[in-house]
């Protein structure tokens, strides 16, 4: 873990940067204690970073479960009188995250790690690229100096009936011009460092771009500050949480509320959470394993368990759901990281941040942390991102450029949800639209020949039936199954009911394979397969053959 100190290090102060704004952003987000925010972050830096075998990813608070988060709280912390109070709705919603944390350790010795496989490739690359350009919208109304969106919420709607398009209209009538000139810098020293000749010189390479622009931000505050018009709000500051000197550290934690456990909600929300946690962290697993410059992979089932250990460990003392995060992850890779040593080191880094220096941190400009953002999101969503994936074939970019959409306009699991349902139906279509080769032109004295395709599914039955249909009397036909590894019962049953009508009818029928044989041999078959073949090994796959 420490064979690459240096360049984990420097990614870890990188995803520590970007990780303060994110963090607190997201409790905003989802109306919860901002500390709770920096709680999860923390944990999912040392705890779950720990435990892991994910060699680049990072986990905190995620911005996908902020809607469920708010909903739960409210919900929990409201009595029959439909009186809310934060007191008894946040420590019942940390009891639910404890339950969460215990239920995705149970789904990990269930062995449902592999749900991430079952995504396409197609969905996987269109949620990074959605996420890329939601990054990019998102940030720009922090580069101009118009703070009113939390940062760290990824839906398209915002609670004051805005959207993203609306609030970027918006925030161009209301710049600042020390955030705008702050951005512009930031931008030019990021680009700057990221020419060849720069990453030639051993100096630039120990002093990272995303340092040398928080400094600049830090420098920027205060050169501004005595200058009218051009000083930082308030909210275009980062804003982390300032111990008091009576309860110090200690005062800043929630615990759970152990009443909860005879709570039914509670235990439909820890549920809840277990699922839609597990999920988007499988799918940020994925997402991560092929932005890995070494590829490397991660065993899905001990993440699961790391996931809930952390969340456990969160809920105990006041921190939001956990889950891997695409955005810390994509930073950290695209920032140099090698081990998981740099997300171990980001979580330190916030521990001694919010102990030791708390207000130098809440020196640092929006803009500054916008402008490394700008890097990450272009990294994510790149034109030659677009070209490749337009070369992979028209079902491939229709579903890439449907997750994209959808994940823009939507949110991240809503999207991911849509772009699924493309993939299935593009692979529906296209085993409906081939299940077999025949060509209606009849040539007199010749046989007919009906070629069924490998799988053949309930899903081409009327099309089988059409081409049976205008087969004329008398002919001879022949159906051939060799190449045949699945043949559904409806289309047995259609053929042998064809068997029985050209008997009555002078049509002569042959069929070469022999249908029960093809079913039975489907399992041999796939074994064969994958120990033939190289390509098609995959972990879900290997798990089958195992058991």
């Known amino acids: 873990m420490f064979k690459h100190i240096g360049k984990d290090l420097s990614a870890g102060l990188i995803v ?18 901002l500390f709770s925010g920096i709680i999860a972050g923390i944990i999912g830096g040392i705890v779950v970073g720990a435990i892991s075998g994910s060699t680049l990813g990072v986990s905190g608070p995620a911005a996908g479960l902020a809607v469920i988060v708010a909903d739960a709280i409210l919900r929990l912390g409201t009595n029959s009188e439909g009186i809310f109070s934060m007191e008894v709705g946040f420590p019942l919603f940390l009891t639910a995250v404890v339950i969460g944390g215990i239920i995705q350790i149970g789904l990990a010795f269930a ?30 109304p922090h580069a101009l100096g118009h703070d009113v969106i939390a940062e760290g919420l990824d839906s398209f709607w915002q609670k004051d009936g805005e959207n993203t398009f609306s609030e970027l209209w918006i925030a161009m009538g209301d710049i600042n011009p020390a955030a705008f000139i702050v951005t512009l810098l930031s931008l030019g020293i990021l680009i700057l460092w990221e020419q060849g000749f720069m990453k030639r010189i051993k100096f630039f390479q120990i002093i990272q771009g995303p340092l040398v622009v928080v400094v600049l931000g830090i420098i920027a505050s205060n050169l501004f500050a005595s200058i009218e018009g051009f000083s930082f709000a308030q909210d275009e500051m980062v804003g982390l949480p300032i111990a008091s000197e009576e309860g110090g550290f200690i005062a800043l934690l929630t615990f759970p509320d152990w009443s909860g456990l005879f709570i039914k909600d509670v235990w439909v ?16 697993v994925e997402a991560s394993d092929k932005l890995d410059p070494e590829k490397n992979v991660t065993p899905t089932n001990r993440e699961l368990i790391a996931q809930g250990t952390g969340n456990i460990v969160s809920g105990l003392i006041g921190g939001l759901p956990i889950t891997q995060v695409i955005v810390r992850s994509s930073a950290n890779i695209q920032s140099g990281g090698k081990t998981k040593l740099s997300a171990i080191f980001h ?29 990450v999101g272009y990294k994510l969503a790149k034109p030659s991102i677009f070209k490749q994936m337009s070369k992979q074939g028209r079902t491939q970019f229709i579903t890439y450029m449907i997750t994209v959409v959808s994940i823009v306009l939507t949110d991240l699991l809503l999207g991911i949800s849509i772009g699924l349902a493309v993939g299935i ?17 009849i040539d007199p004295g010749k046989p007919i020949e009906i070629q069924l395709s490998e799988n053949v599914t309930f899903l081409n039955k009327a099309s089988l039936m059409q081409a049976l249909k205008v087969i004329p009397d008398g002919s001879e036909v022949i159906i051939d199954a060799t190449q045949s590894h699945y043949i559904h019962p409806d289309i047995i049953e259609i053929i042998h009911d064809f068997i029985d009508h050209s008997k009555i009818h002078g049509t002569k029928v042959t069929v070469i394979g022999d249908f029960d044989e093809v079913n039975f041999n489907h399992l041999e078959y796939f074994k064969h397969k994958v120990s033939q073949d190289s390509t098609v090994k995959t972990p879900y796959l290997e798990s089958v053959l195992k058991n």
């Open 269 to 284: 929300m820890g549920f809840t959470i277990a699922v839609v946690a597990s999920l988007e962290t499988l799918l940020c």
């Open 347 to 375: 979580g330190f880094l916030l521990v001694f941040t919010v102990l030791a220096i708390p207000d130098v941190m809440n020196m640092i400009p929006l803009s500054s942390l916008s402008a490394i953002l700008f890097l």
């Open 111 to 140: 062995r449902a790690g592999i749900i991430g496989y079952f995504f396409p490739n197609a969905v996987i690359k269109g949620m990074l690229t959605g996420i890329g350009i939601i990054i990019i919208l998102k940030q720009i």
């Open 425 to 441: 139906f593009m692979i529906l279509y296209k085993n409906y639209s081939v299940p077999f080769s025949f060509s209606e032109k």
């Open 16 to 33: 520590f940067l970007v990780a303060v704004p994110l963090c607190l952003g997201i409790a905003l987000a989802s109306g919860a204690p």
